[in-house]
């Protein structure tokens, strides 16, 4: 059975991988942060919203003209922050409406 170690050494390593490939050699990826947002977002909208969500992050964080690493995680760090955001509201508007617009 994997741990938990052994699933992040796993996500780093691909990281590395993917990060080689695409030539952004300098960027550390927040697997925790990321893998919470994508979680969050197909639990409550579906299972393919974590990975559209994931990726508008990783989007909207390119978009964003960064000089070096830290800025780089800012801009990464605002997106998610941002998606969260958005998560959060829509997961306390469910909880709000209770039974109401459901069919029991």
Request: net charge negative; no cysteine.
């Amino acid at each position: 059975m994997a741990t938990p170690d052994d699933e992040e050494r796993t996500l780093s390593d691909w990281s590395r991988t993917l990060t080689q490939a695409l030539q952004i050699l300098d960027l550390e990826v927040d697997h925790p942060r990321i893998v919470e947002l994508a979680e969050r977002s197909a639990h409550l909208v579906g299972p393919h919203a974590g990975v559209v969500s994931a990726f508008l992050v990783g989007y909207a964080a390119g978009t964003v003209t960064t000089k070096n690493r830290e800025e780089t995680g800012a801009a990464v760090e605002k997106a998610a922050t941002t998606v969260t955001t958005v998560i959060e509201k829509d997961e306390e508007t469910q909880e709000q409406k209770g039974w109401t617009g459901s069919a029991q």
